[in-house]
C-alpha cells in the first residue's frame, strides 16, 4: 500500500468517525431536549398544582372569613333588635309604675286597690288568721283597710259556700323595703300587701311589683306583637 492510498484510507475512516461523532452528538442533543422538555413540562404542573391549592385554600379562607363576618352581623342585628325590644318593654314598665303610682295616691283609689289586695291574698289562703305586711309609709293606709276587707272576705264566703268564716287579719311588725329613688340602689318596694300565714311558711306576694310583674309577662306577646309586628 503506497502513502497515497494509506491517506485516502485515513481520510475515510476520519470521516466516519466524524459521522458517527455527528450522530451521537445529535442523539445527545436530541435527549437533551426531550429531557429538559419532560422537566419543564414537570416543573409547570408541579407550580399549576401549587397554585391551584394555594388558590383553593386561600378561597376557602376568604369563604370561611365572609361566613363568619356574616353570621357576626347577623348576631349583631339580633342582639340590637333584642335590646331595643327591652329597652321599649322596660320604658312601658317604667311607664306604668308611674303612672300606678300617681294613680294610688288619690285616697279613694288607693284604699280601694288595698282593701281588693287584701281580699285577694285572703280567698288564695283561706286562713282564719293572716299577717299583712306593708310599707312603713303605708302602715295606715293599710290599717284602714283591714276591717272593709274583712267583712269583704267573710261575705263572699257566705255567699258562695253558706258557710261562715272570718280572717283576724294583723299588721307585721316587719316592713316591705320602701319606694325606689331615682340613682340610689338597693331593695325597693312600690307598694301593696304580702299576706303571711302559718308562721310565715306561707305567703301571697301581692305587692304591686310582683303584679306589674305577672301583667307584664302576661302581655309581653300581645305588646310585642304591637310594636313589632
Not at 47 to 66: A, F, L, P, S
Not at 85 to 110: C, F, N, P, S, Y
Not at 169 to 179: E, G, M, S, V
Not at 221 to 226: D, K, N, Q, S
Request: with cysteine.
Amino acid at each position: 500500500m503506497d502513502a497515497k492510498e494509506a491517506q485516502r484510507q485515513i481520510e475515510q475512516m476520519k470521516d466516519f468517525i466524524l459521522a458517527e461523532a455527528k450522530d451521537k452528538a445529535s442523539d445527545i442533543n436530541k435527549k437533551c431536549e426531550e429531557d429538559f422538555s419532560i422537566e419543564v413540562y414537570r416543573l409547570i404542573t408541579e407550580q399549576k398544582e401549587k397554585v391551584r391549592q394555594t388558590y383553593e385554600k386561600k378561597t376557602k379562607q376568604i369563604e370561611t372569613q365572609y361566613a363568619i363576618a356574616r353570621s357576626m352581623a347577623i348576631n349583631k342585628q339580633r342582639l340590637e333588635k333584642i335590646k331595643a325590644r327591652q329597652e321599649v318593654m322596660h320604658k312601658i314598665a317604667a311607664d306604668a309604675q308611674e303612672d300606678i303610682v300617681k294613680e294610688l295616691q288619690k285616697a279613694d283609689t288607693g284604699k280601694k286597690f288595698i282593701t281588693q289586695l287584701l281580699l285577694q291574698g285572703m280567698l288564695m289562703l283561706l286562713e282564719s288568721e293572716v299577717v299583712v305586711r306593708c310599707r312603713q309609709s303605708d302602715q295606715s293606709l293599710v290599717q284602714s283597710c283591714l276591717k272593709e276587707a274583712s267583712d269583704q272576705y267573710s261575705s263572699l264566703i257566705k255567699q258562695e259556700t253558706g258557710a261562715s268564716k272570718a280572717c283576724a287579719l294583723t299588721i307585721d311588725k316587719t316592713y316591705l323595703p320602701p319606694a325606689p329613688v331615682p340613682g340610689k340602689d338597693g331593695p325597693s318596694c312600690l307598694g301593696g300587701v304580702v299576706l303571711l300565714c302559718q308562721g310565715g311558711k306561707i305567703s301571697v306576694d301581692n305587692t304591686i311589683d310582683m303584679r306589674l310583674h305577672l301583667v307584664m309577662e302576661q302581655a309581653k306577646p300581645a305588646i310585642r306583637g304591637l310594636l313589632f309586628p
